[in-house]
């Protein structure tokens, strides 16, 4: 694997996971509000 492609799934996996993360707070506000 070249460092390019390491580099491309590493940038995908931290917006992946910050993409998961912002859905779990937007969706922890929501039941917080009820």
């Known amino acids: 694997m070249?460092?390019?492609?390491?580099?491309?799934?590493?940038v995908a996996s931290v917006v992946g996971l910050a993409e998961l993360y912002v859905?779990?707070?937007a969706?922890?506000?929501?039941?917080?509000?009820?």
């Open 23 to 25: 859905m779990v707070r």
């Open 2 to 10: 070249t460092s390019r492609v390491l580099a491309a799934l590493i």
């Open 27 to 34: 969706m922890e506000g929501e039941l917080g509000e009820l």
